[in-house]
C-alpha cells in the first residue's frame, strides 16, 4: 500500500529539481507580452492556473477572449459558476464561437468543483473556467489531479484575498484594472520569479475604447468601489436573472 500513496504524494508535490526542467508547451493567450513570459509560451496545458481578482469585471473576460475563441470544432468551453451571465452578442462580436460555449449555473460551490471534474474527465474540453470563491487545498488537489489528467488547462478565477492561501496552481496571476486595459502581477510560475508587472492593452468587444477607460470605478461616499455597470452596449457580462429553477447545462450563452 506505501507505494500508491508515495505515488500520489509525488503528484502533489512540486519538487525543485522541476524548475531546471524545460516547460512543455502552453497553449498561446493571444497576448504576446503574456506568452513571452509565461513558461511553454502560455497557458499551461494539463494543470491548474488562477486569476486573482479584485472584484469581478476588472478584465478578466477580456483577457480570457482569445481561448474562448480559438475552440476547435467538435470541442467545448465550459464555463461554470460565472458571477453573471456572459453575454452572447458581445462574445460574438469578439470572435467566441457560441455554439461551443457551455455555461453552467451549480446550486453551490460543491456542485461547482463536481461539474469542473466532470468537464475535464468528459476529455471534451478545450478549457475549463471555474469561478470559486472559497475551496481548501483537498479540493484544489482533486481539480489540479483532474486537470493533470485530462490534459486540460483549467482556470480559476478567485478572489484577491485567495493569494495569501496556499495553492497547488502552477500559475497564479493577480489582476487589476489599468488604463486602456488589464495589470498583471504573476505571482507564481514555474521558473525564476518576475517581479515586474506587466500592463496589457485589452480592446473592448465591437471596437472603440472601453466604458470605463479600464481604470477603477469612482468611489462612492463610504470608499467602497461601485460595481461596473454592466449595462454597456459591449458588456461581457450581464446579471444573472433570480433563479426560479433548476439550474442545469446551457449551450451558446443564451
Same mark, same amino acid.
Given at each position: 500500500?506505501a ?9 502533489l508535490?512540486?519538487?525543485?529539481d ?5 516547460a ?16 511553454g509560451g502560455?497557458w499551461?496545458?494539463?494543470a ?12 478578466e ?15 467545448w ?15 460574438a462580436a !469578439?470572435?467566441v464561437?457560441?455554439?461551443? =460555449?457551455?455555461?453552467?449555473? +451549480? #446550486? %453551490?460551490? &460543491? *456542485?461547482?468543483?463536481?461539474? $469542473?471534474?466532470?468537464a475535464l474527465d468528459?476529455?471534451s474540453?478545450?478549457v475549463v473556467l ?10 484544489l ?5 483532474? !486537470? ?5 488547462? =483549467?482556470?480559476?478565477?478567485? +478572489? #484577491? %484575498?485567495? &493569494? *495569501?492561501?496556499?495553492?497547488p $496552481? ?9 488604463r486602456?486595459?488589464?495589470g ?8 525564476p520569479?518576475l ?9 473592448w ?8 477607460g479600464?481604470?477603477e470605478?469612482p468611489?462612492?461616499?463610504?470608499g467602497d ?14 446579471p444573472?436573472?433570480p433563479?426560479s ?5 446551457h449551450?451558446?450563452?443564451?
Open positions: 500500500m507505494a500508491p500513496a508515495l505515488s500520489l504524494l509525488d503528484n508535490v512540486w519538487r525543485g522541476r524548475l531546471a526542467t524545460p512543455l508547451q502552453g497553449r498561446p493567450t493571444g497576448h504576446a507580452a503574456l506568452d513571452a513570459v509565461l513558461p502560455g499551461p496545458l494539463a491548474l492556473s488562477e486569476l486573482l481578482l479584485p472584484r469581478n469585471g476588472v478584465g473576460l477580456g483577457l480570457l477572449l482569445p481561448l474562448l475563441a480559438n475552440v476547435p470544432a467538435g470541442r468551453a465550459a464555463c461554470i459558476a460565472p458571477p453573471g451571465l456572459p453575454y452572447a452578442p458581445a462574445l !469578439a470572435g464561437p457560441l455554439e461551443r =460555449l457551455l455555461i453552467v449555473q +451549480p #446550486e %453551490s460551490p &460543491a *456542485h461547482a468543483r463536481w461539474a $469542473a471534474r466532470q468528459s476529455r474540453c478545450e471555474l469561478w470559486l470563491v472559497d475551496a481548501d487545498m483537498g479540493a488537489r482533486r481539480l489540479q489531479l483532474a !486537470a493533470e489528467e485530462s490534459g486540460t488547462p =483549467l482556470i480559476l478565477l478567485r +478572489p #484577491e %484575498s485567495a &493569494a *495569501h492561501q496556499p495553492s $496552481a502552477v500559475l497564479r496571476l493577480a489582476l487589476s484594472p489599468c486602456g486595459g488589464l498583471i502581477r504573476i505571482l507564481k510560475r514555474r521558473g520569479q517581479t515586474e508587472p506587466l500592463a496589457l492593452e485589452l480592446p468587444p465591437g471596437g472603440g475604447p472601453r466604458p470605463d479600464g481604470l470605478p468611489s462612492t461616499a463610504t468601489p461601485q460595481p461596473s455597470s454592466p449595462s454597456g452596449k459591449h458588456a461581457l457580462v450581464r444573472l436573472p433563479r429553477a433548476p439550474s442545469g447545462l449551450a451558446g450563452a443564451q
